[in-house]
């Protein structure tokens, strides 16, 4: 399937188009469904898309082709702190999910934290766990705060290594030939669900069949991410399966 660019005002084939098509809006001489609004609602899309993506197949690391760094925050570990506010990465996507946490040792080696919840952490009392330090052992998140285990007693640059799922990279309503950075064959999804939101408020009846393709592409988008779900356990149990070769020179 051929992708989609944000705007083609030229052949009429752009989301932003196929969104003004869809809503009967496209040879209208009143912009009722304003592209700043348009622009908005198509990010929003793209947000549902990565949760629906992320929920089917949570084996797998998702994430836009259009984020240019890794899909990973370093933060300073600060002797004696135990608490690193995670909300945004450096470029200022929003953090959907923590996968994964690791730090640096005093000598410099990674190890991976635990994930714990508040009472596994506090059950021996606040006062003892507020006094503890040494090299942290898990974690729990406290709204958008990572708190360690145990205070370090150690400075350690980009020492907080955390592994994340983001939002995807926005669309501003200036762009034209920006393609989105999911699957060519999901792109659909993105002009399929603003229309469908847009008609519901202001026509009805255009939402009951937008309503019928919105739930077939769901569908084809949770399939497709089930099975790249299954193929990726298929992997590892293949890999942990494999006899490990000997020498036994």
């Known amino acids: 399937m051929a992708q989609l660019q944000f705007s083609d005002t030229t052949n009429k084939d752009g989301i932003v188009q196929k969104i003004q098509d869809a809503c009967g809006l496209l040879s209208a001489t009143t912009n009722s469904y304003p592209l700043k609004r348009v622009t908005k609602d198509v990010n929003s899309a793209l947000d549902n898309y990565l949760e629906i993506a992320n929920t089917e197949a949570p084996k797998i690391k998702i994430d836009d082709t259009n984020h240019s760094s890794e899909q990973k925050m370093l933060i300073n570990l600060v002797s004696g702190t135990k608490r690193y506010t995670y909300g945004s990465d450096a470029a200022s996507n929003q953090i959907m999910r923590i996968d994964r946490i690791d730090i640096l040792r005093a000598d410099g080696t990674s190890k991976r934290l635990k994930v714990f919840n508040r009472a596994q952490i506090t059950d021996q009392g606040m006062a003892s ?55 060519n064959i ?28 919105l739930n077939e592409e769901e569908q084809k988008i949770r399939n497709y991410y089930k099975r790249l779900n299954i193929d990726s356990t298929k992997t590892e149990s293949v890999q942990r399966m494999k006899p490990k070769v000997q020498n036994n020179r």
Request: charged share 20%; aromatic share 14%; net charge positive.
């Open 129 to 183: 766990y507020n006094s503890v330090s040494g090299e942290p052992n898990g974690y729990f998140i406290d709204g958008e705060e990572i708190v360690l285990d145990r205070a370090p007693n150690y400075n350690s640059t980009s020492g907080l290594i955390i592994y994340i799922q983001r939002t995807g990279s926005y669309f501003v309503s200036t762009d034209t030939t920006k393609v989105p950075g999911i699957p």
């Open 186 to 213: 999901h792109h659909d999804y993105l002009w399929i669900k603003p229309s469908f939101m847009w008609c519901v408020l202001k026509d009805r009846k255009r939402a009951v069949g937008l309503k019928v393709l």
